[in-house]
Each structure stands twice: as C-alpha cells, then as structure tokens.
C-alpha cells in the first residue's frame, strides 16, 4: 500500500532561520498532498497544500516543493518564529475519494 | 461558518464498555473521514463515509468498530467491548463534494482504564 516517509524527525533552528521537512511517496497515483501543523493537545490545521499539476506553492513564509518525478515534495519555512513550533505532518492522497496516508511528523523547535 | 465539531471531547471508559463519537462536518461538506492518532504517533486512516454510504473502511478493524453518516444527524464511530489498546484521538475531518482538502475537528480523546 502506500507510504509515506517523513524526515527529519525533529528538527531545531534558531528564531529567523529557516527550517525544510521533506517526505517521499511511494504511490506514483497520488495526485494532492497537504501539510498540517499540530500543536500539543490540537487538532491538525491545514497550512498549505499542493496538486501534481503544480511544482511549487508559496504562502507568505510558507512554502511547498513537489517532485512527481522523484515522488518527493518539501515544506519550506523561511523567518521561523516561536510559534512555528509544533509537528508538521506530510500526507498524500490515494485512491477514490482523496483519503490521506500521512508521515510520521516532524518535531520543530524554534528556538529564541 | 461553524468548523468541523466533535463530542465528546474526552471521552472515559471502562474495559468491555462501548465508546460513541460523534461528527458533525463544516456546512456544505458531505464527505467524512475518520482518522486515529495513537500518542506520540502520526494519522492513520479508518474510514471514509458520505450521507448514508461507507465508501472506504480498509483502515478499520475488522472487529468492535463500525461507523455511519446517516442522512440526518452526525457521523457516528462506535466502538465496541473496548480495550486498553483502543485509547487514541479519535479525529474526523470533512471535505465538500468535489474538493481534496481536509479540514479536522478538535478530536476526541478515548482513554481505556
């Protein structure tokens, strides 16, 4: 079936730098992929997304990058503040009805 | 435009009880997905549902869980005989008809004593 790999696992940066996450796919069929921010205790939030259409997506410091050829795609913070600090989870659509298989998540630590 | 919204939000039971969660989808959205969330671990898939239809349950055990999104009320994950094992978030998410984007609800904890 499909998976997805996630890595980093955690991840720590110093406040302004930036921070990538970068996760690969293995059903070449995937076609939408979105990332979610969790904070402890919170539901996952939706922070930007991407299509097989497109190579790249940008958000204000948010940023995703897409490979179908690679079958791997990244999300890019740039200015990491404080707040960015959370798990960040990678998913990737399959199958009718778009249900998401999802990376193990990524631990990131904005350091002050 | 009222989110996705989840009861109970923490939920407790005894071994061998049964667990109901509720989900109501954002308005407009008529696809739910059920999803768990072990602790410390990521998203796994359950179920996928619209009005009155399961479209994709693979993700399910094949025992002590069903689910159902009836034309009226919300979607409904019940778990039955319930084991430590089963203590998890529980969260449902909901998208519109033709849309791929996901939007969740704030979960419900099932703890298991």
């Known amino acids: 079936g499909e998976n997805v790999e996630q890595h980093p696992s955690t991840l720590s940066v110093q406040e302004g730098d930036s921070a990538v996450i970068k996760c690969t796919y293995s059903?070449?069929?995937?076609?939408?992929f979105p990332w979610y921010k969790q904070e402890l205790g919170k539901r996952p939030q939706l922070i930007i997304d991407?299509?097989?259409?497109?190579g790249e997506k940008k958000d204000q410091r948010i940023a995703v990058t897409l490979n179908k050829t690679a079958k791997h795609f990244s999300l890019h913070i740039t200015e990491t503040q404080p707040e960015d600090s959370a798990v960040y989870f990678c998913?990737?659509?399959?199958?009718?009805?778009?249900?998401?298989?999802f990376g193990a998540g990524t631990i990131l630590r904005v350091k002050s | 435009n009222a989110g996705v919204m989840q009861n109970p939000r923490h939920l407790v039971r005894r071994r061998g009880q049964e667990a109901r969660l509720r989900c109501s989808p954002m308005?407009?959205?008529?696809?739910v997905y059920w999803y768990r969330q072990l602790p410390e671990e990521g998203l796994k898939f359950m179920v996928y549902?619209?009005?009155?239809?399961?479209?994709?349950e693979s993700g399910m055990p094949k025992e002590r869980f069903s689910a159902e999104f009836p034309k009226e009320g919300p979607s409904i994950l019940r778990i039955q005989q319930v084991v430590r094992g089963d203590s998890a978030a529980y969260f449902c998410?909901?998208?519109?008809?033709?849309?791929?984007?996901?939007?969740f609800g704030p979960g419900t904890r099932l703890t298991v004593t």
């Open positions: 998410a909901s998208s519109p008809p033709a849309g791929a984007q996901q939007y």
């Open positions: 059903d070449s069929a995937s076609n939408y």
């Open positions: 991407i299509r097989s259409n497109v």
């Open positions: 998913a990737a659509s399959i199958g009718y009805g778009n249900k998401l298989v």
């Open positions: 308005k407009g959205h008529s696809h």
């Open positions: 549902l619209q009005k009155e239809n399961i479209i994709d």
